[in-house]
């Protein structure tokens, strides 16, 4: 581990065990190890990416140095990536040890990437500040708010919608179920993934939050033809388990 401070920390909401993987309340766990695939293959490291199983906090982590290139300079940034093993609605406990643990003292270096049942699926919503009602319909979000006594951290809500009208489907039972071949409903999740990846790291590499907004959120563009994955899964290699 690099003694050099950390740039971000990336945290990414669910809940831990194999029932839940593919649920739509998994939705930040499926990002995080999509996005440590990706940076892995991106700057040649070994894969699949490993995390640390850190119960004394208790979360699964990933601590790397994340190189790219500007114009003719190349920079780097500390990147710790976080999977918190509380369940979602006790996120905030975990989050609180790791920005201690990690010295992030600025919530401004803190990115949450969670589901939205209020957001379409195939958008994203990228937030920062308001008050606690922004965080409306995310209990782990709420949970980390509560848990800093503020909501300035960055959030990226990957959406998941609500269940179709006319369903006797609670909302706790449309979170907790799985991502779907209906209504391209993986496809969808699976284009956002991709979108929400170039999204975080233009952010952290400009730190423009607004022209990353603008850039990726205010509008819902969809490629005329989505792939279809086999599975929404990234593999990742868990040390400690």
Known sequence: MTTRPVDYLLVGLGNPGPEYTTTRHNAGFLFIDRLAYVMA????WPTPPFFQRRMALPADV???VYSFQKGNVTNSLRIVMAKPLTFM????TAVRKL???YQVTDPKKLIVISDDINTLPGALAIQDGGDLKSLAGQKGQESIATALGTTSFIRLRLG??????GSPMTIPQ????PFGRENKEMDLFSWLMGHATAALLYYVQTNDLKDCR???AKSRKLPAKLESPETLVYPVHIDGM
Request: hydrophobic share 35%.
């Open 160 to 165: 998941v919608g609500r269940p179709p009208s």
């Open 41 to 44: 293959v991106d700057q040649q």
């Open 62 to 64: 990933r601590d790397v």
């Open 214 to 216: 603008k850039k990726f």
């Open 99 to 101: 920005m201690d643990l």
């Open 174 to 177: 449309w979170v907790l179920g």
């Open 89 to 92: 609605n006790e996120s905030g």
